[in-house]
Structure formats: C-alpha cells, structure tokens
C-alpha cells in the first residue's frame, strides 16, 4: 500500500510533528522575526492594477500600497479616510472634500486634488458604481491642491457610499501621471500613498512579493475599525510566497516557515485544527458565492437555452461535498443577491433540483442547436475549490454529451485570459468558475455578478437590457421595502436569461500561526495587511 504525500502532511500535522518534504522556504530567511509575516495568498500575484481587474490578490495588493478617500468601518459604514473635512450644498448637489495633512506618495510627492480627481474618474470607467457617478456628474475638478469638488446634475444619496464602496472595484486613488489613462491601460509603477511600499528590488514575480512598513505614512487618529480608522502597521515587513501547491504551503505553515495560508484544502482543516501552534480563523463570516461565469459572445452560450441548460444541470450539494464538505462551512444558495443579504429572495426559482436536472439539461441543450463543439473551461489549479469545482463541472458536461475540456493554469494566467472576448480557436473560453463575498451581492450597483450591460459587464458580458433598466432605478429607490420588491423583479429577469450559475455558498477559513494576530474581520475577500503582528 503507497501513502500518498497528501496523506503523510495530515497524518504529520495531526500529530504536531514535522513533515518531511522539500520546502520551497528553507534557503530563504525562516519566519520567525517577529518583524516580518510571510503569506500565501490567494493565488499568484500577475495584475497589479485593482481597476483595470477585479482579482482578489490585485485588491489586497492595493489596499497595502494605495489609500481611498472613504473606508468601511466594521458596521458597514462609510467613514473619511484620505479625507480630513467634506461637506454638501442644500441641494445635495455639490460635495465639496479637503484632503487631510500628511498625505503623500511613496516617491515623496504630496497628494493632491487633481490626483483624486484623475482617480475618480479612471475609476469611473471601469466600476458599476464609479458608471454611475459619472452618468450624474456635471463636473469634477480641483478647487486648490488640498480641495476638490464633485458636481451633480441630480442628488445621488449613495455618493459617499459608492466612494467606499468594497463591492465591485474600489476606487483607489493614484498618481495624477498613473490615472490619467484609459482604465484598460495598466498602471504598473506600484507607486501609492498607502501604509506599505512596495519593495520593487525584491519583487519575484512568479515566485515572491515584498511589502515594507510605509515610514512616512500618517494613519488617522481613530482607532482601526473594519477597514476604516488608523491603518497602523505594526511590523517591518510583509512577504507573499506563491506557493501553488497548497501541501506544500501548509507543511511550510506547519514547519513555522510561513505565517498565514488563504483559502487551505477543506479536507485538511481537522489536522491544522489539531496542532496546537495553528488556527483557522473566518475573516468574512457571510462567505463567497462560487459562480460559474460563461461567455455570453460565443458558441453554445450565446443562445440562453444552453445558458438555461447549464442552470438546471447544477447539482450544487455535489459542488459543495468536493469545496466544503464541512456542512457548517457551506450552504446552497438560489438568490442573485446573495445567501444572506437583506436583498436575498426566491423569486422565479423552481429551477433548482435537489440533485440538478440533467435530463432537462440534456434537452435544453439539443433545443440551442449544439453540435458538439468544444467547450474550454478554465481551471485555476492553484486555487483549490475552483480547482476541484472546475474538475467536476467538466466531468457532469460530458455525462450530458458535452464536449468539455479543461484548461489548467494558475490564477494569473486564467484572469489574463478571460478578458479575451474571442473564440475559442483565438485563445478564447467558455466557462471559468469564481466567487464573490455575499454581501457584496447586496449591492446591484457595483456588485461585479449582477451587471447585465454587455461589453461594459464583467467577463462573461452578459446583457439583458429589461433586467438593466430594473437595475438603473436602485440608486432612486428610498425605501428598503422597495428596494425588496425591485430586488424579487430583477431576480426574475436574472433566472430567465441566465447572467450566470451559482454553486453554492462557502464561508472560507484561512489558516494562520497563532502567533500572528490583529488580523481584520471584514465581509470581503480581501485580506487587509496593516493591524497585524506577531509574538
């Protein structure tokens, strides 16, 4: 009988022994300077522009080295952060910001207006909500160096909200000479004003990135609340090892070599729980929703009743036995808005099937004309969960007569190779599998899942122009009831040409040493790196 390697790592952390296995960190400084915390993230690190995409890792790759004007506190509210002073005429109109003393850029040039506003409206290319504030401003320009005004053409409530928004992209503000270019540009300079610097002498791509403590950075005088407050650094140094093999990355937790892993393998959370020098620990308690996103340009997608095939084929207790297997860690989920947000309802649900309907699917299928052609699905193979999800996705398409086929790479290959809108026969695809927090989902406006607008749609490109102009009356609606009511009427237009799948809804753990503590408890997936340290 062989044991295999995955084995021998639980049997080897469930008995708090070392693991023998080659460590990618040993001829590297081991983690145990209290001044330096090493991260596996999740995934690898290939974008580092958080507008021109959505990824996770380019997200917290910014909220290190940039700053927003707003921030969410713990309790979901928008508080200033960048800014010192704002206020807004009786018309609600005008909203006039000042800029809070000791802002400056890591090149040691201070933060100006016209940096926000470059920023603001770079940001405004690319996010539902930044859309939005772009359709209703008549003007948005600098007063003075420190002062600058947005000028609407009708009051929009939300303005604040949207400034803060963690839902979709984050406006993140920039250098004037980095913004000041189409948001499907990259800025690749790495220069911000946040609480870290980016080490550009230590950077590996592929293999390493490095974040040092910003000195010069002046963090509010509030406490750190949620993502708002006094962005306190508390260490030297910060490492992310991109350790694809996540075996590997725990036995190097394990071995004290590492500090914190994203995202571990579900079926080893009993042997980390069982050493007594690690912890898993929920940093967004309302979880992701794993959505299945498919191109909506080209063959067999284009035509809804193959997209409506793949919605009743979706057996999503399968989908959460192979991601999170623990019952307490995942739940299905048929509502757009979410498992648990105060938008989520059942409207125009029938379709889900305790054990899918491939029967049904089967015949959706032959109605779309399909005709065997080849369906790519990417699988980002240093992710867990997609990993495994996209594995068995393929494997229920071909019960079905579908001619799937997988397409392996790391995260920043398949995020570099969605954003092509071409056929599969030019480097195209038809289905990646990813996720999103679910309270993010509670936000139709800058909730990346939820916009049908075609090419200005996150990858996939849905459009639906019914389910659009539902969408278009959030930001006038006052009421939560109301907003209730227009939630259950989108929902219905949602399931009928089918935006997307859903598979289920996983709250995820990340593994840490206990000596790593402060870490921020957000509904995001987004891993916030100031308030940390280490015993």
């Known amino acids: 009988m062989r044991t295999s390697r995955r084995e021998l790592i639980i049997t080897g952390l469930a008995a708090g022994a070392a693991v023998s296995i080659p460590s990618v960190l040993r001829a590297q400084t081991a983690s145990t300077d209290a001044q330096t915390i090493r991260m596996v993230m999740s995934g690898d690190l290939s974008i580092f522009d958080p507008i021109f995409t959505t990824a996770d890792i380019t997200a917290a790759h910014a909220l290190a080295i940039y700053d927003t004007l707003f921030a969410l506190d713990s309790k979901l509210t928008a508080q200033p952060q960048m800014v010192g002073k704002w206020g807004v005429s ?133 406490p750190s609340d949620g993502f708002a407050g006094g962005k306190v650094v508390k260490v030297d140094r910060v490492i992310w090892d991109n350790i694809a093999d996540q075996q590997t990355a725990l036995g190097a937790l394990h071995a004290g070599e590492i500090d914190f892993v994203y995202g571990p393998p579900r079926d080893l959370h009993s042997a980390i729980e069982s050493d007594p020098n690690l912890a898993l620990q929920v940093l967004n308690k309302g979880g992701v929703n794993m959505c299945l996103r498919m191109n909506h340009l080209q063959k067999p997608f284009d035509n809804v009743k193959a997209r409506q095939a793949m919605l009743h084929l979706i057996d999503q207790e399968a989908f959460l036995r192979v991601t999170s297997p623990d019952a307490k860690y995942g739940h299905t989920v048929t509502s757009i ?169 996983t709250v995820e753990p990340i593994a840490r040493r206990k000596a790593l503590t402060g870490l921020i408890e957000m509904p995001s997936s987004v891993v916030a790196m100031w308030n940390m340290q280490k015993a």
């Not at 400034?163 to 911000?192: H, Y």
Request: glycine share 10%; aromatic share 10%; proline share 4%.
């Open 90 to 222: 009786e018309d609600r109109k005008t909203y006039t910001f000042e800029l809070r003393d000791g802002l400056g850029w890591h090149d040691g040039t201070p933060v100006t207006a016209a940096d926000c506003v470059a920023s603001i409206r770079r940001w405004g290319q690319a996010d539902g909500g930044g859309q939005l504030l772009m359709e209703r401003a008549q003007d948005i320009s600098k007063k003075d160096d420190k002062s600058f005004t947005i000028v609407l053409k009708q009051p929009l409530g939300l303005l604040i909200d949207l400034l803060a928004t963690i839902a979709g992209t984050s406006p993140f503000i920039m250098r004037e000479k980095d913004a000041d270019r189409p948001a499907t540009e990259q800025v690749t300079t790495n220069i911000g004003s946040g609480p870290f610097k980016f080490n550009h002498a230590l950077a590996k791509p592929g293999a390493s990135f490095t974040y040092d403590r910003n000195e010069e950075y002046a963090p509010r005088k509030e």
């Open 337 to 505: 808005f979410g498992g648990d947000t105060l938008y989520t309802n059942d409207e125009n649900t029938g379709w889900f099937k305790k054990g899918g309907d491939p029967d049904k699917a089967k015949q959706l299928l032959k109605e779309a004309g399909y005709a065997g052609e080849k369906v790519v699905v990417l699988q980002a193979i240093n992710i867990a969960s997609f990993n495994t999800a996209s594995q068995l996705l393929a494997a229920e398409m071909r019960k079905i007569g579908v001619n799937a086929e997988l397409a392996p790479s790391d995260w920043g290959g398949l995020v570099t190779r969605r954003a092509n809108k071409g056929p599969v026969a030019n480097g195209g695809w038809n289905i990646f599998i990813t996720d999103d927090s679910d309270f993010a989902l509670s936000d139709p406006i800058g909730a990346v899942f939820l916009n049908a607008s075609g090419d200005k749609a996150w990858y996939g490109w849905p459009k639906n122009d019914e389910y659009e102009a539902l969408r278009a009356k959030w930001a006038n609606v006052k009421t939560l009831e109301e907003r209730k009511a227009l939630a259950r009427k989108m929902q219905r237009i949602w399931w009928d040409f089918v935006g997307d799948v859903r598979l289920g809804r």
